[in-house]
């Protein structure tokens, strides 16, 4: 005699999956605390119908050229003349921008120079220079005009 196998379906039985889910839902809702989120607390400044005046500030540009010739504003200067034309810049405002732009072909080498230079104004000098910016190419394409 020969016994037959029960034929077994390819099929998942999926009729309940929903109930399941519903379950799930309805526990994680109940066992959730829920807590009402506060916002930052901060105090606004109050109302003032005159805005203040801010004074534009132009930043001292250190344009370094290939062969290592250095424009700053548009100025042809040696390396050691750098510091005593920010001096008088440096003594009207302690923070301002010094920005050092190498030109693409321009070797690493003399951007460090310029920098290494701005770094020991406080030693020849007497004041440091706080707002030293090296942007990057890409900023450099994106922003410059």
Request: glycine share 4%; charged share 25%.
């Amino acid at each position: 005699m020969k016994i037959k196998k029960p034929k077994v379906s390819e099929e998942i039985p999926t009729s309940s999956m929903a109930d399941i889910a519903f379950l799930l839902i309805v526990y994680f809702m109940v066992t959730t605390t829920f807590a009402a989120t506060r916002g930052l607390d901060f105090s606004l400044p109050p109302e003032d119908d005159t805005p203040p005046m801010v004074e534009k500030e132009e930043a001292v540009l250190i344009d370094i050229q290939a062969g290592g010739i250095y424009l700053v504003d548009q100025k042809p200067m040696l390396l050691s003349e750098i510091l005593e034309y920010l001096k008088p810049k440096l003594e009207r405002n302690p923070k301002k921008p010094v920005i050092i732009r190498p030109q693409p072909n321009a070797e690493y080498g003399y951007m460090v120079n310029v920098f290494d230079e701005l770094r020991q104004a406080e030693d020849k000098i007497g004041m440091k220079v706080q707002n030293i910016s090296i942007p990057t190419q890409r900023e450099i394409d994106m922003f410059w005009f």
